[in-house]
């Protein structure tokens, strides 16, 4: 599978690729992935240096209590980063619920767009259509900040999501726009719904759509480790690697993290082994 994100391509043929962090956010709980406006070119490239191929700019953060940014700050923020970074000729990702925070972006030249509440506001489907961007569509019950206020109980977690992020892509593609699918991992979701999440990787790149993950630092890992749903469990970059090499070998498409640089390093072992499992099937 070929990713086209306006002039750039990435070949995802036994490949994952990485989408590097880029908080511009005074709040995100993982502290190390934040950044100023003015310093945010800085690290885009040293980002991708480490091996990201796409940079997701975010200023909102979805964590439960965060303090929500206005629309006007939240583009203050991000647009002026975007721009820089898609100036450098970096592929650009722009992590926003908000359409006229996406509708900035884009008139900024961002390549994606990426709505953790799923693209369910015709708003945001809008903006995407008239800018000819694919979206980044994750599953989540509820609103940001709040999706633990909601019912998230499943009759069977992950075909339930791949139902939803189908049809979500159906819906999308009927409108001009290009779905990739992300589970959501984490949001409203069990420790065993998201193991449960994880087993159905498979089954949700069957679909033929692009397929993202990001479970990056997430609190079931540190719970997985055996450590309490906190950022400062020992061993949690090291959970966080060796997850997403586990979805590369699943076949997903793109992981986005925090820690680029391991990741990016766990998965050209994946991505080897990948292209040896394939030739080794054709003979090769």
Not at 131 to 142: A, S
Not at 160 to 174: C, E, G, P, Q, W
Not at 258 to 282: K, Q
């Amino acid at each position: 599978m070929r990713l086209r994100l306006g002039e750039h391509e990435i070949d995802c043929t036994h490949h994952t690729a990485v989408m590097a962090i880029l908080n511009i956010s005074d709040d995100s709980p993982v502290a190390h992935s934040r950044v100023g406006v003015a310093g945010a070119l800085d690290r885009a490239r040293a980002l991708a240096g480490e091996g990201a191929e796409i940079i997701d700019v975010g200023a909102n953060s979805t964590l439960t209590g965060s303090r929500d940014l206005g629309v006007q700050e939240e583009i203050d923020r991000v647009a002026p980063v975007v721009e820089a970074i898609v100036g450098a000729g970096l592929p650009v990702s722009v992590d926003t619920w908000k359409a006229p925070v996406a509708r900035a972006a884009a008139e900024a030249g961002a390549h994606i767009l990426n709505d953790v509440s799923g693209f369910t506001d015709d708003a945001m489907v809008a903006v995407a259509a008239e800018f000819g961007l694919p979206g980044i569509v994750m599953h989540m019950r509820g609103k940001p900040k709040h999706h633990r206020e909601v019912s998230q109980r499943y009759d069977d977690v992950g075909a339930d999501v791949r139902a939803f992020l189908v049809a979500r892509a159906a819906d999308l593609r009927a409108r001009g726009v290009e779905a990739w699918l992300d589970p959501g991992f984490e949001f409203g979701k069990t420790l065993d719904d998201n193991v449960r999440l994880y087993e159905d990787l498979p089954k949700l790149v069957a679909t033929g759509q692009p397929v993202l993950i990001s479970a990056s630092r997430k609190y079931f890992l540190a719970e997985l480790i055996g450590g309490e749903r906190s950022q400062q469990v020992e061993g949690l970059t090291e959970a966080t690697m060796t997850f997403n090499a586990l979805a590369g070998l699943a076949g997903v498409h793109v992981v986005r993290v925090h820690d680029v640089h391991a990741c990016a390093i766990a998965l050209r072992l994946v991505d080897s082994l990948r292209r040896m499992r394939a030739e080794h099937a054709t003979g090769g």
